[in-house]
């Protein structure tokens, strides 16, 4: 396991650590294509970081593709509850202190992240790990989409009930075409996550959102029970068993959810 110098371990904003488990069954995952497209723009396939990697989503797509993949998370819980992999090498460390050797990295990815990195620490050091003509690549989603009724309620949870909860960093999920990323840019096409989930799943992934446990440690109440019963009704009264289809809206609607930079 990597891990970075003690030293770069005296804060982080960490909204993930206390439900890491529910976060590694709960959370959608990407879509095998965006791994393939990513493998097909690296200088090479022989080492990808998947920076910011929670416990381990990405890092499992990249190792598909790359010969071998470095995955890290300054959550030591998040990591604690990622499925092992015999070409991925998960550890501890902040986006900005790696402990990755300089001009090793064909690739970086970090899905659904950035937004809570410390961007200029966090370029400094992916210009440092990079390989020559190496790709650095984020990713972002923000809400999804099952149905119209549904989306409705999932829509006024996020922007009303829970929408003073979000950590300020969030509105860079929302605006994430507008992010800054100080490299050569590459053009990507748009990529869509889809799954079929039921109503516990749906709720389970709720649950994750960092606002929705702060608006629990602020009133000591659920916010989910404002919602539960019009999503069930909402999905038909349908038992749990029951599946519906849904997809993730890109941060950015018109730009896709994915930027692309050689170094």
């Not at 929408?163 to 869509?192: C, H, M, N, S, T």
Request: glycine share 6%; with cysteine; net charge negative.
């Amino acid at each position: 396991m990597l891990v970075a110098d003690d030293h770069c371990f005296v804060s982080f904003k960490d909204h993930f650590s206390k439900h890491a488990a529910d976060y590694a069954k709960f959370r959608p995952r990407y879509p095998q294509d965006l791994f393939a497209y990513l493998g097909s723009i690296a200088p090479s396939r022989q080492l990808a970081w998947d920076c910011g990697t929670g416990n381990g989503q990405a890092a499992v797509g990249l190792a598909s593709v790359f010969d071998r993949v470095i995955a890290t998370d300054a959550s030591a819980t998040q990591i604690a509850n990622a499925q092992s992999h015999e070409r991925i090498a998960f550890g501890v460390a902040h986006a900005d202190n790696s402990g990755i050797a300089s001009e090793t990295i064909d690739l970086i990815m970090i899905a659904q992240a950035l937004h809570w990195f410390d961007l200029d620490r966090f370029y400094a050091e992916a210009r440092r790990v990079l390989k020559n003509n190496g790709v650095c690549a984020a990713s972002a989603y923000n809400l999804l989409h099952v149905e119209p009724a549904i989306d409705e309620v999932v829509n006024r949870y996020y922007y009303e009930v829970v929408g003073p909860f979000w950590p300020p960093e969030r509105k860079l999920v929302e605006q994430f075409a507008d992010l800054p990323f100080p490299f050569r840019g590459i053009d990507a096409p748009k990529f869509e996550m889809t799954a079929q989930w039921n109503l516990d799943h749906l709720i389970g992934y709720l649950q994750t959102w960092s606002s929705t446990k702060r608006f629990i440690a602020a009133h000591a109440s659920d916010p989910l029970e404002q919602v539960i019963d019009e999503l069930r009704v909402e999905m038909g009264g349908l038992p749990a068993t029951t599946e519906r289809h849904l997809a993730t809206d890109p941060a950015d609607r018109h730009q896709g959810c994915l930027k692309t930079h050689r170094r």
